[in-house]
T-cell receptor
């Protein structure tokens, strides 16, 4: 497809379960970002990849959160032992390049809505 | 986490009215962006601003990058029903380590026909 895709679109997990969220960026995009959006809030940065390298993971809220992009394209965000406070929409974005400027526009996917019971 | 201060939180207007919303930060940003998010979708970029003092238009939208680099505003003229949605400002410092976006809390816009 032409845009960023994410799967699943909705995920319900019982507290303590592990979940894996997938992001397919736009083909050829070097940079990939994960954001967490709580209900009624703006997105908050989680982590950033440039190709397969994870250059910034300072936004990950705990060591239960882990992200990878092994071949520099598809990325997976994994949350272990989910807690109720993990309930949010997880957004993935990709950009052609990095840094600021017109060529670095971040294109967002539709998000995965995670509900932890 | 850090977020920008965006106001107002919500607006209820009549079709045809003009709208103004703004964003302030205690930190300097080198790029200011305005996004619109519809229910069940990711944010979509409306306007990007790259220079302090810059005033940029995109159709009925006009946005300005504050001279201090710590604020921005977005105006929508002659609102129409499809303008309904949540508008977010976002700041970016730039450079490899500054690629992340810092978002405001959003302005929920409702347009009554």
């Amino acid at each position: 497809g032409a845009g960023v895709s994410q799967s699943p679109r909705y995920k319900v997990a019982k507290r303590g379960q592990d979940v894996a969220l997938r992001c397919d960026p736009i083909s050829g995009h070097v940079s990939l970002f994960w954001y967490q959006q709580a209900l009624g809030q703006g997105p908050e940065f989680l982590t950033y990849f440039q190709n397969e390298a994870q250059l910034d993971k300072s936004g990950l809220p705990s060591d239960r959160f882990f992200a990878e992009r092994p071949e520099g394209s598809v990325s997976t965000l994994k949350i272990q032992r989910t807690q109720q406070e993990d309930s949010a929409v997880y957004l993935c974005a990709s950009s052609l390049l990095w840094g600021g400027g017109a060529a670095r526009e971040q294109f967002f996917g539709p998000g995965t809505r995670l509900t932890v019971l | 986490g850090q977020q920008l201060n965006q106001s107002p939180q919500s607006m209820f207007i009549q079709e045809g009215e003009d709208v103004s919303m703004n964003c302030t930060s205690s930190s300097i940003f080198n790029t200011w962006l305005w996004y619109k998010q519809d229910p069940g979708e990711g944010p979509v970029l409306l306007i990007a601003l790259y220079k302090a003092g810059e005033l940029t238009s995109n159709g009925r939208l006009t946005a300005q990058f504050g001279i201090t680099r710590k604020d921005s505003f977005l105006n929508i003229s002659a609102s129409i029903p499809s303008d309904v949605g949540i508008y977010f400002c976002a700041g970016q410092t730039g450079g490899t380590s500054g690629s992340r976006l810092t978002f405001g809390e959003g302005t929920q816009l409702t347009v009554n026909p």
